[in-house]
C-alpha cells in the first residue's frame, strides 16, 4: 500500500529564509511523487513532479526536491523564502506513471513574516 | 484557468437535500478524478473515469455517485446529505504530457 507522511502541519519562516517541507512516502512500486500547492481559497497547483528521471527535481516558483530512495522521502526546499509563497503545501504520491489516484499527505501550511 | 472547469463554485444545501457537481476537464483528456477535500480527512481519492467507464474507486460513499458522458463531462452526485459532507470537492483529468490538473473546485456547506 501506498502513504504519504508530512512531517510538520506548520512551518514559519522569516523571509528570505531556507524553506523545508518534508515529505516521506511508502510504496511497493517504483513511486511518483509530485508537490502541489493551494493558495488560499484556490484549487491546486503543481510544483514539481519526480517521474524516475533526475532524482533532483526543478519546480516552479524556485522550488525543488530530490527524491532519495534510500530515505524514501522527497523534501521540498527553496533557497530564499518569499512572502508570496505562504500557503499550503501538499506532497502525492501515485504509480503506473502517475496517471492513476494520486494520495496525498496531510498538508503543510508555510507561513512567511517579515 | 487550468482548462480543467467545475461548477458550481459554491454550493449550500440542507441536510437530507442531492446536489450535483459538474466537472469539465481539459480538452483531450479522457481520465476524470474526483477528490474530497475536508478538514478532518484531508484530500482523498473518490472515484475515476476513464472514456466514460469506471476505473477506480475511493472512499467514496454510496450516498454519492459519479458519472462521465459521451462528450467526456463528469457529474458527481451526492444524496441524502450530512453535515459532514460539507468540503471541498476537486476534479482532475490527466494527459501523458501535462499530468495531473485540478480544477478550482467546488465548495459544498450543508446546513
Known amino acids: 500500500a501506498q502513504s504519504v507522511t508530512q512531517l510538520g502541519s506548520h512551518v514559519s519562516v522569516s523571509e528570505g529564509a531556507l524553506v523545508l517541507l518534508r515529505c516521506n512516502y511508502s510504496?511497493?512500486?517504483?513511486?511518483?511523487l509530485f508537490w502541489y500547492v493551494q493558495y488560499p481559497n484556490q484549487g491546486l497547483q503543481l510544483l514539481l513532479k519526480y517521474t524516475s528521471a533526475a532524482t533532483l527535481v526543478k519546480g516552479i516558483n524556485g522550488f525543488e526536491a530530490e527524491f532519495k530512495k534510500s530515505e524514501t522521502s522527497f523534501h521540498l526546499t527553496k533557497p530564499s523564502a518569499h512572502m508570496s509563497d505562504a500557503a499550503e503545501y501538499f506532497c502525492?504520491?501515485?504509480?503506473?506513471?502517475?496517471?492513476?489516484?494520486?494520495?496525498f499527505g496531510a498538508g503543510t501550511r508555510l507561513a512567511v513574516h517579515p | 484557468d487550468s482548462g480543467v472547469t467545475q461548477t458550481p463554485k459554491h454550493l449550500i444545501t440542507a441536510t437530507g437535500q442531492r446536489v450535483t457537481l459538474r466537472c469539465s476537464p481539459r480538452?483531450?483528456?479522457?481520465?476524470v478524478y474526483w477528490y474530497q477535500q475536508s478538514l478532518d480527512q484531508g484530500l482523498q481519492f473518490l472515484i475515476q473515469y476513464y472514456n466514460g467507464e469506471e476505473r477506480a474507486k475511493g472512499n467514496i460513499l454510496e450516498r454519492f455517485s459519479a458519472q462521465q458522458f459521451p462528450d467526456l463531462h463528469s457529474e458527481l452526485n451526492l444524496s441524502s446529505l450530512e453535515l459532514g459532507d460539507s468540503a471541498l470537492y476537486f476534479c482532475?483529468?490527466?494527459?501523458?504530457?501535462?499530468?495531473?490538473?485540478f480544477g478550482s473546485g467546488t465548495r459544498l456547506t450543508v446546513v
Open positions: 502525492a504520491v501515485g504509480f503506473s506513471g502517475g496517471y492513476n489516484k494520486l494520495i
Open positions: 482532475a483529468s490527466t494527459d501523458r504530457a501535462n499530468g495531473y490538473t
Open positions: 480538452s483531450g483528456d479522457l481520465s
Open positions: 510504496s511497493s512500486v517504483p513511486p511518483y
